[in-house]
């Protein structure tokens, strides 16, 4: 009867497919007022003056905020000076330095979108431009270290790299490359931002609700309760959601002005800097290897930009700590700046890039030493994390190498590259190995059962469009032996009980537990109500003696000893006469200093490549997880399969082409950024291995939103080197660099 890990349609199917679902910028709001960011179109310098007569003049315009006008902001918190996740240094206005191209550097609000928009154009801005600094290959001559790379060193360093690189037979020292990257959810960001006296509503389109909420109290000095954030429903973030951006801000500072909410919407061309984006990086890539394939060396050097604003590092090297076994390891990390929007976490930030790097490397390991790759890859199987040197919560990574090598055919390969020919084109066969590690936060929740018998469980969590509203109420139906559709999860409400950042694929690992906790809370609280009760045929039952089943009317509670002796639970309910609540809170404990925990994967590709057009193709990709317990088979491979679709754009799609002169994304917009659609996405085959980890947390679940998109870019590089014999190091591999 277990709900938990059936293929559940989502709960809010109907409301998404009927339009009922509201999103952050559809909310109705009486005497709502439109904004429009404005943003520099320079990318250092200062702004001098912004003449707004023009737009002033126009009918229904409300305000134009600018540096010289916007209310002042305590200098401690001007910035936004929360520690991130939820907070980012912040640009609000309150000076005029531009730091980078599309800095937001004024809001026009009028009584439409539509003039609001008009008289944004008819702003003149007058800068005093200041030399940029926006050329990589410069900015990288005077990099430097992070301070923190997650919580780690920036560099970490065992054994002897270059003794080990000596020691071994067969050698690779590569760089390989991946450009800037843009999120572009099909919802952008958006904020609804309302005043009452000294009280605080907004709208906004979060991954972190309670990260809204304390940055934008301490931003305005105001109490967190004084702040609501509310966000049912989030049309994709992928992390860069995961922060309260400078718009959130000057929302709420216009409707303040103003007197009246104010809605502000970011355009397609402003989700290209002010939001964050993956930073560009530049890995050089140490590998070497005895003949029988067994590494002796292993070092990993990452530079990525950041801005001027922050140092944000994406971190490259901590898979390469993690992944394989060496004597020999060395990661580092270094930072280049430029005047750049600051960049944020993208899906598997560090892992998707790394990944791509180090699974590329050990491609061309493998050819070096005339070895399978996939061989290659089981010669080095770390049987505990070589970096942290405890051992595996559960790997389940080389069951899912031989059942993908199995599906996918991968032992037919032929090793030579341009070996294999289909309808007149190179056909090239590549793998990589997936991981992304199995995280956990604190996270609480609320379990209420109302006369009806209907249950609602509240958390503060996030629903991205991934399906926390349906795995949650499996968790909630199982934890209290009820049918689904007497469930309801709430969420989206920063004033619900905390949960944590749906970041670093943690929401299902984090709040799943609270939901169960919160059940069994629940549970306890109507044993105790019915044994204290003389009415109740529980009366004078222990805890520890009431089993809860599904019962023949709804769940029941009934003594282990005497399971005749039974009620309802929506009767003892009805009986106490109203609504019972209990919460809980669930958190990791010492199991994390003890195992290492990851989820893995490996990932198996066919490309195809026109040899005159240079046009590759990916017509499969078989993709074998383990990722602990899976909540809901359908959600689950949807997550799995949109990963793995993110990771067929990322080889051979995206990149934000920045201008050398300007900074400013030339193509920030959905035309020219390309994202896959369906005809760029072959059959994908996804599969997940029976995983049974005790560890990671009471569900067993790992999270599975990052993973997905892991080891693919490398696979397809891989493929596409033994379709045409030519290694591609840096993403995307577009035709040009096949021709
Ligand atoms: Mo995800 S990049 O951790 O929001």
Known sequence: MSTIGAPVNRTDAWAKVSGAARYTAEHPVAGLAHAVLVTSTIPSGRVLRIDDAAASALPGVLLVMTHENVPRL?????????????????????????????????????????RARAAAALLRVEYEAAPAALDFGQAKQ??????????????????????????????VDATYATPVENHNPLETHATIAEWHG?????????????????????????????????????????????????????????????????????????????????????????????PDGRLTAIGHDTIAHTSMLEDW???????????????????????ARLHAGTPTFMRAPGEATGSFALESAMDELALELGMDPLDLRLANDAQRDPGKDLPWSSKSLRQCYEIGAERFGWRERDPRPRALRRDGKL????????????????A???????????????????????GTYTVMSQVAAETLCMPLDRIRFALGDAHMPEAPVSGGSTTVASVAPAVQAAGRALRLKLIGIAAADARSPLYGATPDRVGVDRGADGAELYLLDDSARRERMADIVARHGAPV????????????????????????????????????????????????????????????????????GMALLEETLVDGRTGRAANGNLAEY???????????????????????????????????????????ANAVFHATGRRVRELPVTLDKLL
């Open 198 to 290: 000294e009280r605080l509503t907004l709208h906004d389109s979060t991954q972190y609700m309670k990260g809204v909420q304390r940055t934008v109290a301490a931003i305005f000095g105001m109490a967190p309760e004084h702040v609501t954030v509310l966000c049912p429903f989030v049309g994709g973030g992928f992390g860069s959601k995961g922060s309260a951006w400078s718009h959130v801000v000057l929302a709420a500072l216009a409707a303040r002005r103003l007197g009246r909410p104010v809605k502000l919407v970011l355009d397609r061309a402003q989700m290209f800097g002010p939001v964050g984006q993956r930073p560009r990086t530049e890995q050089r890539l140490r590998l070497a290897a005895t």
């Open 74 to 114: 305590p200098p401690d918190t001007r910035h936004g000076k929360v520690q991130p996740p939820g907070g980012r240094r912040l640009t609000l206005l309150q000076e005029d330095t531009v730091h980078y191209n599309n800095q937001p550097i004024a809001v026009v609000v009028a009584d439409t979108f539509e």
């Open 427 to 442: 056909v090239g066969w590549g793998m990589a190995t997936a991981t992304y590690p199995a995280n956990r936060s604190p």
């Open 313 to 335: 590092i994406e971190p490259c090297g901590i898979v390469t700590r993690m992944l394989y076994a060496s004597p020999n390891r060395e990661t580092t990390h270094r930072l």
């Open 674 to 716: 390309h994202v896959p659609v369906h005809a760029d996405v072959g059959d994908i085959d996804v599969q997940i291995v029976d995983e049974d980890d005790p560890h990671v947390n009471p569900l067993g679940a790992k999270g599975i939103g990052e993973i997905g998109i892991t080891g693919v870019a490398a696979a397809i």
């Open 581 to 648: 609540e209990a919460t809980a809170r669930a958190e990791p404990g010492a199991e994390r200093q003890r195992y290492s925990m990851h989820a893995f994967g490996a990932v198996f590709v066919e490309v195809t490549v026109d040899e005159d057009l240079g046009e590759i193709r990916v017509p499969r990709v078989v993709g074998v997880y383990g990722v602990g317990r899976l909540l809901n088979e359908k959600t689950g491979y949807n997550q799995l399969m949109g990963g793995i679709v993110w990771g067929i």
């Open 444 to 466: 609480a929740c609320s379990a209420t059962m109302l006369p009806d018998g209907t249950a609602v469980f509240r958390s503060s969590t996030q629903d991205l469009g991934t």
């Open 142 to 171: 005077a990099s430097y270290p992070p301070g923190k790379v997650q919580g780690d060193d920036p560099d970490t360093r065992q054994g002897d790299l270059q003794a080990g690189m000596a020691a071994g037979g067969a050698r």
